[in-house]
């Protein structure tokens, strides 16, 4: 007995180092070669530590670049993403999770069905609506006569601003809180937004977090839509600005493993510090 539970331990410990190895390589492979000369990444060799520390490859991606520009506009359309997907997911979520009203089922399964459409089918009417926005970007009242919101900000956070997951996600937190603390609140003549937010809000500081650090994560490393209704290049992310270095059949590996580096390291960085909330969050809402 004692044989068989060691060797599971093992066959365990073993399973773990293997998938960990699977995704740190990688990471440090990356890092490694930010810091080689030109020479050494086209040799083709397989040494993880650089014979030549250099930092050119990091000087070469600010001096191609408008590379801190790039940094701006992810880390505001990240966190605008953020703000509006807490506010109106959990706002959403709490009707869902708390409320009683009619339709609600249906709703619901709408907003599920949704999950399942894959984005790209949904990009060229969002791209049409966006660029018919009427009164904005040099159009008229008809939606005609300019770019609409293409090439601004809005272009990223209205599609984007209470997506499907973030009112699942919240839904599944706020239904498992007792329903008696709205209930008092509302014998008490509190309107039903200031339940939500003095009461339930508050409460849900675990799921919001776990949220959050998604919602970033997602919106830092956005490509492909950022790619289509931001090509003017003052209003490029950094995830597009990065695609610059592979250009026809070559690719400039040393500025593109550096600036990877410095567009991992602000995810890497929230994800350390908020990562007991974000399991917490993950356990809270029930997901497994």
């Known amino acids: 007995m004692a044989k068989t539970k060691h ?23 990356t890092l490694s070669t930010s810091f080689k000369s030109d020479s050494e990444i086209l040799s083709g060799s397989m040494q993880l530590i650089p014979s030549h520390f250099t930092w050119d490859h990091y000087k070469e991606v600010f001096e191609t670049m408008p590379f801190l520009n790039y940094l701006k506009n992810s880390l505001i ?20 999770g708390q409320l009683k009203f009619k339709g609600k ?20 009417p969002t791209f049409i609506v966006l660029r018919g ?8 009242l008809t939606g005609t006569g300019g770019l609409g919101l293409i090439n601004s900000y809005w272009a990223i956070l209205l599609p984007g601003a209470a997506g499907a997951f973030s009112i699942f996600f919240m839904k599944q937190f706020f239904e498992q809180l007792p329903k008696e603390l709205g209930e008092s609140a509302r014998i008490d ?13 508050p409460l849900a500081k675990p799921a919001l977090t776990t949220l959050g650090i998604m919602t970033f994560q997602a919106g830092w490393n956005a490509f492909m839509w950022p790619m ?26 040393g500025p593109l493993m550096a600036g990877t580096i410095l567009a991992t390291l602000p995810v890497l960085v929230l994800f350390i510090f908020a990562q007991r909330n974000y399991v917490q969050g993950m356990a809270d809402a029930g997901i497994k």
Do not use: H
């Open 133 to 140: 926005f009427p009164l904005a970007g040099g159009n008229d």
């Open 7 to 29: 060797m599971r331990t093992f066959i365990w410990y073993c399973l773990v180092i293997l998938i960990s190895l699977t995704t740190v390589l990688p990471f440090l492979w």
């Open 77 to 96: 359309l990240a966190l605008g993403g953020v703000a509006t997907n807490l506010f109106f997911g959990s706002l959403a979520g709490y009707s869902f």
């Open 228 to 253: 289509i209704v931001l090509n003017a290049d003052e209003m490029k992310t950094v995830q597009v600005g990065l695609a610059a270095f592979q250009y026809n059949y070559n690719t400039n590996y």
């Open 105 to 124: 089922k249906p709703i619901f399964l709408v907003f599920l069905a949704s999950m399942m459409v894959p984005s790209i089918v949904t990009m060229i």
């Open 189 to 201: 003549g509190a309107s039903e937004f200031k339940i939500f937010w003095n009461v339930y809000f």
